[in-house]
């Protein structure tokens, strides 16, 4: 697992990232705060700003691998289970 940088330098393991996440982060129509609303960032802090908009960018990239790894494997466990049952001639229940 490659971990995601903080602003502060700090490694945090993407699976960690994704606990933290806003709870608001996979759901579009909750509310946020709109950019327009607030003050831009103050000079000091715009640095900071872009090694969190790097961050953020990086953590969305492996959220999006880590989703795609566990459906691709779920596919695959499914598909040999299919296989196994096929091959052993099983009968499927009959509906109820």
């Known amino acids: 697992?490659?971990?995601?940088?903080?602003?502060?330098?700090?490694?945090?393991?993407c699976a960690l990232a994704l606990v933290l996440?806003?709870?608001?982060?996979?759901?579009p129509?909750?509310?946020?705060?709109?950019?327009?609303?607030r003050a831009p960032a103050r000079p000091?802090?715009?640095q900071e700003c872009s090694r969190?908009?790097?961050?953020?960018?990086?953590?969305?990239?492996?959220?999006?691998?880590?989703r795609a790894?566990?459906?691709e494997g779920i596919q695959q466990d499914l598909s040999s289970l299919?296989?196994?049952?096929r091959r052993l001639r099983c009968l499927v229940p009959a509906k109820r």
Not at 21 to 27: E, F, I
């Open 82 to 85: 299919r296989q196994r049952f």
């Open 44 to 46: 000091h802090n715009l």
């Open 1 to 13: 697992m490659r971990p995601a940088r903080l602003a502060a330098g700090v490694l945090l393991p």
């Open 29 to 37: 129509a909750s509310p946020r705060p709109a950019a327009a609303s």
């Open 21 to 27: 996440a806003p709870a608001h982060a996979g759901d």
């Open 52 to 66: 969190l908009r790097a961050a953020i960018l990086e953590s969305e990239q492996a959220e999006r691998r880590v």
């Open 69 to 71: 790894a566990i459906i």
